[in-house]
């Protein structure tokens, strides 16, 4: 599939680091986020040159000394060197010089580089200008002072991480060189591991599973979702977050990991505890599962739903969906259900991608909202869907950014219904910035309304209907007979139930919306 916003880059981009050893100067150019689908584009760039001047300094002083100037943001290092760094953005015409003390410590001392990295990307990105009522720059003053008597790299990244933490925002944020590692391979779609999807359970701080990859190691072991992981090779999990886990079930093709796994209410029972040996191997994720649903109408005609399950935003998610459907249309089917539900997220062009195969013309997608409170709307340009055979979305609390991106493009173009819960409502777009060493720094940049202008940060979207099966007319009872259909399951569920009998309206009305 061709990709149909080809520019519409939100991709890291890797720096150059910032280092007094430079001889001249280096310049340090940020992605350029443009959006070629819309009739205005949003262009989120910067540019940093970076100057070193390799120099002596008398003053050994720690003392922290600010003056204003012009141009230029420069930090001069006490008993080392100094940095230049100079900002071609009119935002940052008023500029700082601060003496900071150099560690003596190597890898303290590339932590120190990498803070002025984040600091200068958050400086001209971020999307609150004020910082959260804070002095930005005497923020990195301190926070370099800070790092200076310490003696190892995690020690110098939390002092990072606690920058960050005073913006107010959870969603900006810095990560290990190993963690955006993973990032990368849930963006990409490709790892070495068991392939299993793991998650906190919020009441009991457990680590569930999620989900299992389809033919993988952990679904030929029989692990199943809602499994609880006791022990990875030996060690208790109590208190372990996911991405350690995550990090302990990956590893090189090849080799094996050992699991506890617990399945049912009673840890104490031996029985519902279990160990599995699993080797690990190439997992190839697609985002997308299918099904094909026969669907009786109210007429008593027998037709065939498409249930499309899309379970994360990568870089694939969109061709994958178009083959999916693609696929489905040649089986006969007429109608689709896409299921949104405990989708986190992802890349947002993924997300607008997946959005223009369902939309036609030059519709809005989604309204962004920069640091400067400009609306930018990101349309469409003379869209072609590939269906336009109704459709049902389904939504819940665990549907999420650009989840809620997609949903909104749906249901306010009258493309599709909503059936569901509330969304999770985190109405804010983040970029991804590679920085020297490896890290990553995630930033939130914009703010984001849907077509019609809803607000859905910290709100989320309403569905139309609410999935309980009291809703359900009296000819879905009969899809309860068919308990040994390989689709038994869907058609349990409540909200798939739901979701036809939204479809049987949309079909009467002769409309897709």
């Given at each position: ?9 939100l ?9 007094p ?5 280096t ?6 986020h ?11 760039k ?15 002083s720690?003392?922290?000394?600010g ?26 015409a ?7 003390p ?17 600091w200068?990307l ?11 009522h ?15 008597p ?8 939390t002092?990072?991480s ?9 969603f ?11 990032f ?9 591991g068991v ?38 090779d ?15 079930l ?5 080799t094996t990991?050992t ?5 049912g209410?009673d840890?104490e ?14 997992i190839k994720?697609?985002p ?15 037709t ?7 379970s ?11 083959n999916a459907i693609?696929?489905?249309?040649s089986?006969?089917?007429h109608?689709y ?6 989708n ?20 809005t ?25 109704p ?6 609390e ?21 059936v569901g ?18 890290s990553?720094?995630f ?9 019609a ?9 309403a569905?139309d209907?609410?999935?309980?099966t ?21 058609e349990?569920?409540?909200c798939?139930?739901?979701?036809e009998?939204e ?11």
């Amino acid at each position: 599939m061709e990709p149909r916003c080809p520019n519409m880059d939100l991709k890291p981009t890797p720096c150059s680091p910032i280092s007094p050893r430079f001889p001249k100067s280096t310049s340090l150019v940020m992605p350029s986020h443009r959006f070629p689908c819309s009739d205005r584009s949003v262009s989120l760039k910067w540019r940093v040159s970076c100057a070193a001047k390799a120099k002596a300094h008398e003053n050994t002083s720690q003392e922290l000394i600010g003056s204003i100037g012009k141009g230029f943001l420069a930090f001069s290092v006490a008993a080392a060197a100094s940095f230049s760094l100079c900002f071609d953005s009119p935002a940052m015409a008023e500029s700082l010089t601060v003496a900071f003390p150099v560690s003596r410590t190597t890898e303290v001392n590339s932590v120190q580089r990498t803070l002025v990295e984040a600091w200068g990307l958050i400086r001209e990105t971020f999307v609150d200008p004020t910082f959260n009522h804070q002095d930005w720059d005497l923020k990195l003053q301190q926070t370099m002072v800070e790092m200076f008597p310490l003696r190892s790299a995690d020690a110098a990244y939390t002092k990072i991480s606690g920058m960050l933490s005073t913006l107010g925002d959870p969603f900006t944020r810095i990560i290990s060189p190993k963690e955006y590692r993973s990032f990368q391979i849930g963006s990409n779609g490709n790892l070495q591991g068991v392939g299993l999807f793991i998650g906190t359970e919020p009441r009991t701080g457990h680590l569930v599973v999620m989900s299992c990859v389809d033919g993988g190691p952990a679904a030929r072991a029989g692990i199943h979702e809602g499994d609880e992981l006791v022990e990875i090779d030996g060690e208790k999990l109590n208190g372990v977050d996911t991405e350690l886990a995550v990090q302990k079930l990956r590893g090189r093709v090849g080799t094996t990991v050992t699991v506890k796994v617990h399945s049912g209410n009673d840890l104490e029972t031996d029985s519902s505890v279990r160990e599995v040996k699993l080797p690990r191997e190439f997992i190839k994720l697609s985002p997308i599962s299918t099904a094909t649903i026969p669907h009786r109408t109210p007429d008593g005609h027998l037709t065939k739903t498409g249930y499309v399950k899309l379970s994360a935003f990568s870089q694939t998610a969109a061709a994958d969906m178009e083959n999916a459907i693609k696929e489905m249309k040649s089986q006969g089917v007429h109608s689709y259900i896409l299921d949104l539900r405990n989708n986190p997220g992802g890349l947002v062009k993924a997300g607008l991608d997946v959005a223009q195969i369902w939309l036609d013309g030059d519709e809005t997608l989604v309204n962004t909202v920069d640091r400067e409170g400009n609306l930018l709307p990101i349309n469409m340009v003379d869209g072609h869907a590939i269906t336009h055979d109704p459709l049902v979305v389904l939504v819940n609390e665990g549907s999420a950014s650009a989840s809620e991106i997609l949903a909104g493009a749906l249901h306010d173009n009258r493309r599709a219904t909503l059936v569901g819960h509330r969304t999770f409502g985190k109405g804010k777009i983040q970029s991804v910035t590679e920085l020297h060493d490896g890290s990553a720094l995630f930033v939130t940049v914009a703010k984001y309304l849907s077509p019609a202008l809803h607000d859905i940060d910290q709100v989320g979207i309403a569905p139309d209907v609410q999935c309980t099966t009291e809703m359900l007319s009296s000819p879905k009872d009969s899809m309860s007979k068919k308990q040994n259909s390989p689709v038994s399951s869907l058609e349990a569920d409540s909200c798939v139930l739901v979701a036809e009998h939204e479809l049987d309206i949309q079909e009467s009305k002769g409309t897709a919306s």
